[in-house]
């Protein structure tokens, strides 16, 4: 029996500089529903959400919440109002106590002083109905991810919330975590709340919701029940194209004679790595496979230089090579995509083209700079190549969507020709279409001879692209297995068990 | 479509408005100094005293320049302007080329002492520098308290203007290519912006930190010299409250405390002027010390309030 819509927008239109964040796009939410908000990174959905909150101002539309036009000025007008959203990144004071977190700037107060026994009685009494029972007077950062994201959820809940918005909350929670967040989701629509849900994955999607809005470019590709439309359509709805360029990838063609382009021999750390071989052949990808904290990243920054191997020798194309330093790994032509990419991959203040520049700049070294033209004339190029969506080079790279951003850190390192490249998750976070653009980038340049070490949490995209697979396991290699004859079942089964 | 944009995010916090703030600044405390002292700040001699007031600071504020676009702080300036002048002062009884040479290592030196410690030790730079700033203070004050330490008379003949403008722009010059034009630029801003991602990306970090540091000593040192041309014997107190001169004539300028990206090499020439003319018209008034630090108070306070980047914020490192 669907309830009555609680909130309604009609024409929402919001223009930024130079682009339409939205055009003309309707949505509704019921009450007790879970509303699926889907589309590609800059597809519009960051930018509906901040208009129901009041962060983004709408240009024109209208939003109707319980029949009345209302028009929030900012996230804390949205609260009063009965909006409540909760972030991909918690924000929230680590140092504080759960109970602290979720009554911070509005402590029920006992005359005059802050009613210590009433937040704490209020604060268990909330997490509980969680089915959460633990100690709110212990510091948040003592509690995990998903905890976190609980207490974020009962601080936005308990301000008498009438419509919920999680944008992303699954993405850094592991699968116990996330069935129990859907449980308190669950209960919550229960109750009547109206609940919009922003993830990356189908299958969460498919688990929790109960109709899906899908946006594409800034604009309303349409409203549907959650079983009007399959996994395969939602895709082709989202990406607005065939889905056969997923499908259509070839994996790297290398003769067996193809001469050894990096060796590492029993490199370690002294601390988190401790023996580890490797070689890598010239147009071959590699991908490594394991859980996190298996020793996949820690493996690719001893590679790189970005923590000292304090044993073992690492060779790139015949010759050894001492590498302490990323700058030394550049000069030895290795490459390396790092997995945080807003913190450690793009410098979001400088330019497209300043970030591009950056490491064939290193490469050259400091007696032969490039001037402005041949900057812009390389940015340009690599736009055009990889198909950055942006209108031009000078345009600051934090203002891209996850997706170009990645883009633009892949042509920094193509534009410094390596031997080696590195990507550690170069597709997490990225929606499906710029994914697949990723991976056949990443195989376009197998093809034309770079080595390519590839780091995913998602099998499927390794054993789709990798010549060979590495899985590792407790922070040390346990198996090599072909990439064209392993299952994930396999692969999974050697996780697991340890051995091949 | 853009000027729809600006009248709708407000003026004040658009990007163009605040960097046109600091030259309306300029013009604003110019016209109004000009206005308040009937004319007198812009008569020959006053502005060859105004003039003479600038060249050190402004060299001074080119090195500091750098090492805060990498979104580091550097408090030693006075200090290393007082160790710097009283080598310059000393070396200057035996020869002219030397002195200066004395001077630029000086402050090299005590640029490298910061450097070291901030990158080895992985100290917050204004933590280092104001341990070193007490220090060389302290070795300042421990050659000069009993008598001033004077300079050669050669030294004091080299005074004159052409001299001093030639230096100051010579150093601004060179600054000015190597930040716009040589790759040093790009990695201090790259730095300033987003550390690891440049060091991931073959920027040599640590090397790029220290050597700002050197730089921004060194060039200190030769402020020292200009200094003692222009004073021509040292005392306790040379270049005293220098680095908070220093600090918020950038910051008048323009630039982000924060550093990074969005600094312009414009900030240290705008910044400088302003600070001085300001200071300068206020003696011209006849204010006695203690209200011109008061009306200085005030200015500063509504200019950073004006012109800071509040979504850049985050600790100076």
């Known amino acids: 029996m669907p309830g009555k819509n609680i909130l309604e927008m009609r024409g929402i239109t919001i223009e930024f500089p130079g682009v339409k964040a939205l055009d003309g796009v309707d949505f509704s939410l019921r009450e007790g529903e879970i509303h699926s908000l889907l589309g590609e990174n800059g597809a519009g959905k960051s930018t509906l959400i901040k208009c129901i909150n009041g962060v983004n101002r709408k240009d024109s539309g209208t939003i109707l919440l319980d029949g009345h036009e209302i ?27 759960v109970a602290e977190n979720i009554f911070v700037g509005r402590q029920p107060m006992k005359r005059g002083q802050i009613d210590w026994s009433e937040i704490n009685r209020r604060a268990e009494e909330l997490m509980s109905r969680f089915h959460l029972d633990i100690d709110v007077t212990r510091p948040l950062s003592y509690y995990s991810t998903a905890v976190q994201q609980m207490t974020a959820i009962a601080r936005a809940v308990d301000v008498q919330a009438k419509i919920l918005i999680l944008d992303e909350p699954t993405s850094s929670l592991d699968e116990n975590e996330v069935q129990l967040l859907f449980s308190v989701m669950r209960q919550l629509r229960d109750s009547g709340m109206g609940i919009i849900f922003i ?42 194209k065939d889905m056969d360029v997923i499908f259509s990838l070839k994996r790297a063609n290398v ?42 990243t820690e493996t690719a920054e001893m590679l790189f230089g ?17 590498i302490r330093t990323p700058f030394d790994a550049i000069q030895a032509e290795e490459a390396f995509c790092p997995e945080d990419r807003k913190r450690d991959g793009i410098i979001g203040d400088l330019s497209i083209r300043e970030n591009i520049m950056l490491a064939v700049q290193s490469r050259k070294g400091f007696m032969h700079p490039m001037t402005k033209q041949e900057q812009t004339e390389l940015a340009d190029k690599y736009i055009a190549l990889l198909g950055i969506a942006t209108p031009d080079c000078e345009k600051k790279a934090g203002e891209l969507s996850g997706g170009n951003q990645q883009k633009v850190i892949l042509a920094r390192w193509m534009a410094a020709s390596p031997k080696v490249l590195i990507l550690d998750e170069p597709t997490r976070g990225i929606d499906i279409g710029a994914k697949a653009e990723i991976q056949r980038l990443m195989l376009e ?25 590495v899985i590792m396991r407790d922070r040390a290699k346990v198996a090599e297995v072909d990439g064209a004859s392993c299952t994930q079942q396999d692969i999974l089964r050697i996780i697991a068990e340890g051995a091949a | 479509m853009a000027g729809n944009d ?102 090299a030196a005590i640029g490298a002492v910061n450097g070291f410690f901030h990158v080895k030790f992985r100290l917050q730079s204004f933590i280092v520098t104001i341990c070193t700033m007490y220090l060389f203070r302290g070795v300042c004050a421990y050659f000069t308290t009993e008598t001033a330490i004077p300079a050669s008379a050669a030294i004091k003949a080299l005074d004159s203007d052409n001299l001093k403008i030639g230096i100051t722009v010579a150093v601004l010059v060179v600054a ?44 200190t040192g030769l402020a020292a010299f200009v200094n003692v041309i222009k004073v021509g014997s040292i005392t306790a107190t040379a270049g005293n409250q220098l680095e908070t001169q220093i600090l918020i004539s950038l910051v008048l300028g323009g630039l982000p405390i924060t550093g990074g990206a969005k600094v312009r090499f414009s900030n240290i020439v705008v910044g400088t002027l302003m600070y001085t003319v300001l200071n300068n018209g206020l003696v011209m008034l006849g204010f006695e010390s203690a209200t011109q630090q008061l009306i200085k108070g005030i200015v500063f306070l509504i200019f950073v309030a004006l012109t800071i980047d509040r979504k850049a914020l985050k600790v100076i490192k």
């Open chain 1, 71 to 97: 028009n929030p000025s900012g996230p804390n007008e949205a609260m009063t109002l009965g909006i409540s959203t909760v972030f991909q990144e918690v924000n929230l004071c680590p140092n504080l106590s």
């Open chain 1, 199 to 240: 993830t990356h994955f189908l299958d969460q999607i498919y688990a929790v919701s109960d109709r899906m809005t899908i946006l594409r470019n800034g604009h309303l590709v349409g409203t549907y029940n959650i079983d009007e439309l399959g996994k395969f359509e939602l895709v082709t709805k989202m990406v607005g």
């Open chain 1, 255 to 296: 003769p067996p004679d193809a001469p050894v382009m990096l060796k590492a021999e029993h490199i370690g750390d002294g601390s988190r790595i401790d023996d580890m071989s490797l070689t890598l052949r010239k147009g071959e990808l590699v991908g490594f496979a394991g859980l996190l904290g298996s020793g996949r």
């Open chain 1, 306 to 322: 970005a923590t000292r191997a304090v044993h073992g020798e690492i060779f790139v194309d015949g010759e050894k090579v001492s």
């Open chain 1, 445 to 469: 340049m197998c093809g034309e001879g770079v080595s390519v070490i590839f780091i995913s949490s998602e099998l499927d995209e390794i054993i789709r692209c990798s010549n060979r697979i």
């Open chain 2, 6 to 107: 600006e009248v709708k995010q407000s003026v004040f916090e658009s990007d163009t408005f605040k960097g046109l703030l600091p030259f309306i600044g300029l013009v604003v405390i110019l016209g109004a100094m000009y206005w308040l002292t009937d004319g007198r700040i812009m008569q020959p001699k006053r502005l060859r005293l105004l003039l003479s007031q600038v060249y050190y600071p402004m060299i001074v504020a080119t090195g500091v320049f750098f090492v805060m676009t990498l979104g580091s702080i550097d408090f030693t300036e006075g200090s290393t302007l007082g160790v710097a002048s009283i080598v310059v002062s000393v070396l200057s009884f035996h020869s002219i080329p030397l002195a200066i040479l004395g001077g630029i290592l000086t402050g």
């Open chain 2, 176 to 219: 000015w290519f190597l930040f716009r034009f040589t790759r040093i630029g790009n990695d201090v801003k790259a730095v300033g912006s987003g550390e690891t991602a440049a060091k991931f990306s073959g920027v040599r970090t640590d090397r790029v930190k220290f050597l700002a540091f050197v730089a921004a000593g060194a060039l």
